[in-house]
């Protein structure tokens, strides 16, 4: 995704549909990559509600991402701040995965129930 952000700075049509194109490659695998990761951290039971959260949480970011690239495009900026900010929020998301997540094994959703 760090790649679309060269496409404003790019005059040739062809080479922003290669930049799109790659970005949307590396999109579907960061997508695939990070949908799978549940599966291996939480307990059967718990994967249905924690897919749908990871889909609120994407259907949020579109809304949002939406009305950023309405703003930026009302206030004349264009679209690069929308491109920056997309491109930049993959790599701050691997890294936080990486920090908060350093080995992958199942996690355990047991509590005590103090009475």
Known sequence: MPWVMLAPATASVAAVIGIFSLAFFGQQSWSTLVMTLPTDLAPRS?????????????AFGGIVMGQAAGWALD???GYAPVL????????????????????????????????
């Open 46 to 58: 718990a994967l249905g509600r924690l897919a749908g959260l990871v889909g609120l949480g994407g």
């Open 84 to 115: 920056t900010v997309a491109a930049t929020l993959h790599l701050i998301a691997f890294a936080l995965i990486c920090r908060s997540i350093p080995r992958i094994s199942p996690l355990s959703f047991t509590r005590k129930v103090v009475p």
């Open 75 to 77: 206030a004349g900026l």
